[in-house]
Structure formats: structure tokens, C-alpha cells
């Protein structure tokens, strides 16, 4: 059982930037890839990131490349999502999620991942 805290959500202004962070409670966190995912008010979720366990590897939905940046720190069993020249189109809740396998350019199905956030809410103003 993996335990995902996120944080660092809030409000901000169009063009701003936001931090994300993900605690895992697992020891072996560098064993997951992670991925961030996103949903919209009235949309379904959808992909936004993620990150092969050794950090090497990562894969973005063309929506936020050039702008959203993923990393890890498995010192501290941590996953970001570093946020910047955010959109008002970039509302939504975010959510981290875990995954025993490195999916590459296939991490975007939902349902390859086992254990997942609660969320926290980021709003982008105009």
C-alpha cells in the first residue's frame, strides 16, 4: 500500500508559477514511476506528467511541455510538479499517482496506476 499526500496547490495569477509536491509513504518509492494527472472542472481527468523510479525518464502531455516540469527526490520519497506560465485553462485539481512499472509513452492510461492522491486544487486567474 502506497500513501500520496499532495500539496502546494492555490490561486495565482495567469503567466505565475506554482511548485506541486507529492509525499509518498513507501519506502521503496523509487520502485514507482509517478505520474500527475488533472481534472477540470466539468471534464474528465486527464494526464498531465510522470517519472520513471530512478527519475531518469519522463513523459509529458503536449499540453504542458515547455511548461510543467516533473522531478523526484526519492531521498525524501517526494515527487514535483514544477508549474510555470500557467493558464487560466490549467484549473483544475491536481492528482499524483503510483505505478509498479515504467509505462514511457503509454504512462497516460489512468489504469495503469495503482494508488492515487487526493488532489489539491489549483486555480489560474485571468
Known amino acids: 500500500q502506497v500513501e500520496l499526500v499532495e500539496s502546494g496547490g492555490g490561486l495565482v495569477q495567469a503567466g505565475g508559477s506554482l511548485r506541486l509536491s507529492c509525499a509518498a509513504s513507501r519506502r521503496t518509492f523509487s520502485s514507482y514511476a509517478m505520474g500527475w494527472f488533472r481534472r477540470a472542472p466539468g471534464k474528465e481527468r486527464e494526464f498531465v506528467s510522470a517519472?520513471?523510479?530512478?527519475?531518469?525518464?519522463?513523459y509529458d502531455a503536449d499540453s504542458v511541455k515547455g511548461r510543467f516540469t516533473i522531478s523526484r527526490d526519492n531521498a525524501k520519497n517526494t515527487v514535483y510538479l514544477q508549474m510555470s506560465s500557467l493558464k487560466p485553462e490549467d484549473t483544475a485539481v491536481y492528482y499524483c499517482?503510483?505505478?509498479?512499472?515504467?509505462?514511457?509513452?503509454?504512462?497516460?492510461?489512468?489504469?495503469?496506476?495503482?494508488?492515487w492522491g487526493q488532489g489539491t486544487q489549483v486555480t489560474v486567474s485571468s
Open positions: 517519472i520513471s523510479g530512478s527519475g531518469r525518464s519522463t
Open positions: 499517482a503510483a505505478t509498479r512499472y515504467w509505462y514511457g509513452s503509454t504512462s497516460a492510461n489512468q489504469g495503469q496506476y495503482d494508488y
